[in-house]
């Protein structure tokens, strides 16, 4: 074994190497697809889940899972002519209020999600009782700003309550995390 070892690593240079076992390594952590959750219930319908009003309690946590903020959010939720408006106002334990609101509109099989300080839109996609989205999104840091793309899945546990999992990197890595129960009142 060890003369294979040496043969190969006079025959390519260590960085091609440490290249393949990265994209080797990496390839075996793809996550779900939401052809994955087709067949589970109860079935997620957005235009029905986000209508009227919505609650929801939630924590951020840092890149090594330490919960860092809480907050609880309110959140209206109609639609008109397909066009779903989500309106979103969250308190957080610190004090900070923010708000976002959400314009979904048909697009490519799913919606196409946009917001103010979102600088690149997703499309969410829902299958069975799951929704992905995944957007990049623009947030205060230190006297300036950071670019964030946020991974969403959401899961419909009951007809009135949904998990929200959201993934926070920069660069490909993770950042943190959000997590989030939302149900309706």
Same mark, same amino acid.
């Given at each position: 074994?060890?003369?294979?070892?040496?043969?190969?690593?006079?025959?390519?240079?260590? @960085?091609?190497?440490?290249?393949?076992?990265?994209?080797?390594?990496?390839?075996?952590?793809?996550?779900?697809?939401?052809?994955?959750?087709?067949?589970?219930? @109860?079935?997620?319908?957005?235009?029905?889940?986000?209508?009227?009003?919505?609650?929801?309690?939630?924590?951020?946590?840092?890149?090594?899972?330490?919960?860092?903020? *809480?907050?609880?959010?309110?959140?209206?939720?109609?639609?008109?002519?397909?066009?779903?408006?989500?309106?979103? *106002?969250?308190?957080?334990?610190?004090?900070?209020?923010?708000?976002?609101?959400?314009?979904?509109? @048909?697009?490519?099989?799913?919606?196409?999600?946009?917001?103010?300080?979102?600088?690149?839109?997703?499309?969410?996609?829902? %299958?069975?009782?799951?929704?992905?989205?995944?957007?990049?999104? %623009?947030?205060?840091?230190?006297?300036?700003?950071?670019?964030?793309?946020?991974?969403?899945?959401?899961?419909?546990?009951? @007809?009135?309550?949904?998990?929200?999992?959201? *993934?926070?990197?920069?660069?490909?890595?993770?950042?943190?995390?959000?997590?989030?129960?939302?149900?309706?009142?």
């Amino acid at each position: 074994m060890q003369s294979l070892q040496s043969g190969i690593s006079k025959r390519i240079p260590a @960085p091609i190497l440490w290249l393949v076992a990265s994209v080797l390594l990496l390839s075996g952590c793809a996550g779900p697809s939401l052809d994955d959750y087709a067949e589970r219930s @109860p079935k997620l319908v957005p235009q029905q889940f986000f209508t009227g009003e919505l609650s929801a309690r939630g924590v951020v946590k840092n890149f090594s899972g330490e919960v860092i903020r *809480t907050f609880d959010a309110d959140i209206s939720a109609s639609w008109e002519k397909g066009v779903g408006t989500l309106d979103e *106002t969250f308190r957080f334990n610190d004090g900070e209020v923010q708000t976002r609101v959400w314009t979904l509109a @048909p697009s490519d099989g799913g919606y196409l999600a946009e917001a103010g300080d979102v600088v690149e839109p997703g499309i969410m996609r829902w %299958r069975g009782n799951a929704i992905h989205m995944n957007y990049v999104i %623009r947030v205060p840091y230190n006297d300036g700003t950071l670019d964030v793309r946020m991974d969403d899945w959401m899961y419909l546990i009951t @007809p009135d309550t949904l998990i929200n999992e959201t *993934t926070m990197s920069k660069w490909g890595v993770d950042v943190g995390e959000v997590v989030l129960v939302i149900q309706k009142k």
